[in-house]
């Protein structure tokens, strides 16, 4: 399984996820690739956020060796699932979509959690350390869905 995780700015939640997603397919020993990027371009060649960085390691999980990259068309070919964060990215990712087949790689990560469908990771870039608090949280329990959901797959 190919899985990128993407958000605006590929600095606050997406590294976050691909973090937790690889440190959790190294426990469960899943063969799977997994990135991020964001929609923006505005942070290219950053690392994450310090509270991203910091609410990782807080969790055993060093992200300092991400930098930020912007989504790419090729993208499309090179995952099976492209997961967003939040429903704004979702529907800027649609937008980039030339085929039914890439569209249909598009999945709005909460709605692998809640039964209810349409809910985004909140951004966390406005406000304090505890909205990282929160969307570690919140990504890590999704990420567990994913996982039980397409462990059998390779
Ligand atoms: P992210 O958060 O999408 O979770 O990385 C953001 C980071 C930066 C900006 C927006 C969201 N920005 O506008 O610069």
Sequence with gaps: MKILFVCIGNICRS????????????????????????????HVGSVPHE??????????INISNQRARKFAADDFKKFDKIYALATDVYQSLISFCKTKEEQNKIILLLDELYEQKGKSVKDPWYGGFDGYEEVFDEISFACDAVIEKYKTAK
């Design 15 to 42: 590294p976050i996820a691909e973090g937790v997603m690889k440190t959790k397919c190294e426990q469960l020993n899943l063969a799977w690739d997994i990135d991020s990027a964001g929609t923006h371009s505005y």
């Design 51 to 60: 509270s991203s960085q910091l609410i990782c390691l807080q969790n055993g």
